[in-house]
C-alpha cells in the first residue's frame, strides 16, 4: 500500500496570507490527524477526522481549520498566517483509533 | 501546548551497545502507548506500542517497558546500530481521545 502523502512538501508565504495543504491517508484508513511540530513546542495536535467528521481538536486558535472529504482525503488551512506558524505540518492516518502513520510533511516557512 | 516527558535530552552510545529511552507521563487514565522514530527530514515513524495492561511489550531489537505506578515507558533498543539515529518519541493517548506527545529524545550513535 501506498503511504500517506501530503502536498505541497514545502511552501512560503508572507505575514496576513492564507494556505491550504493536502493529505492523502493510506487507502481504507478513515481517520486522519493533523499536528504541527516546531523546535520549541514539539509535536502539537491540531485536529483529527473521522468519517468527514472532527473528533478531535487540540488547543489551536480557530485560525487553524481542517476538512475531510469522504473519500477521506484532509486538508487543513491556516488562515492570517503569522511568523510563529512557521513549521513542519504533519499529517497522519489510521484505521480507526490507534497507530497512527505519518505522512513526510509539509514544511511551511512564514516570512 | 500539551505535552509529556522532560525536556528535550540527548542520549550518546556506541555502536553495539543497548540503549534505554526514558518518557514520563501525563495522564494516568492513557491506556495505549506508542513510540515513535523520527529521522532527519522524514515523518515520525511507528516502531511499537504497548496498552496498559500490559508491562513488557518485545518487537525486533526493541523492547517496551512500561510502569503505570510511576507512569513511566521506555524504550530499550538492543545492539544500537547506526541506522538507529534519530529523535525518538513516546505518546500517549487514552480511548477515542488524541495523542499526547513527548518532547523527544535525541539518539545518537557512535561509530
Known amino acids: 500500500k501506498a503511504g500517506v502523502t501530503q502536498t505541497p512538501r514545502y511552501l512560503i508565504k508572507t505575514r496576513g496570507q492564507q494556505v491550504t495543504l493536502s493529505c492523502s491517508p493510506i487507502s481504507g484508513h478513515r481517520s486522519v490527524s493533523w499536528y504541527q511540530q516546531t523546535p520549541g513546542q514539539g509535536l502539537q495536535f491540531l485536529f483529527e477526522y473521522f468519517s468527514e467528521t472532527q473528533r478531535n481538536k487540540g488547543n489551536f486558535p480557530g485560525r487553524f481549520s481542517g476538512r475531510q472529504f469522504s473519500n477521506s482525503r484532509s486538508e487543513m488551512n491556516v488562515s492570517t498566517l503569522e511568523l510563529g506558524d512557521s513549521a513542519l505540518y504533519l499529517c497522519?492516518?489510521?484505521?480507526?483509533?490507534?497507530?497512527?502513520?505519518f505522512g513526510p510533511g509539509t514544511r511551511l516557512l512564514v516570512l | 501546548g500539551e505535552s509529556v516527558g522532560l525536556h528535550l535530552p540527548t542520549l550518546s552510545v556506541q555502536e553495539g551497545d543497548n540503549s534505554i529511552i526514558n518518557c514520563a507521563y501525563s495522564n494516568s487514565a492513557s491506556d495505549y502507548f506508542i513510540w515513535y522514530k523520527q529521522e532527519s527530514g522524514k515523518g515520525p515513524q511507528f516502531i511499537i506500542d504497548i496498552r496498559s495492561n500490559m508491562d513488557k511489550r518485545q518487537g525486533q531489537r526493541v523492547t517496551v517497558l512500561l510502569n503505570k505506578t510511576v507512569k513511566h515507558l521506555s524504550l530499550q533498543i538492543a545492539a544500537t546500530q547506526p541506522g538507529d539515529s534519530a529523535v525518538y518519541f513516546c505518546a500517549e493517548k487514552t480511548s477515542y481521545d488524541k495523542v499526547i506527545f513527548g518532547p523527544g529524545t535525541s539518539l545518537s550513535v557512535i561509530p
Open positions: 497522519a492516518s489510521s484505521p480507526g483509533s490507534e497507530t497512527q502513520y
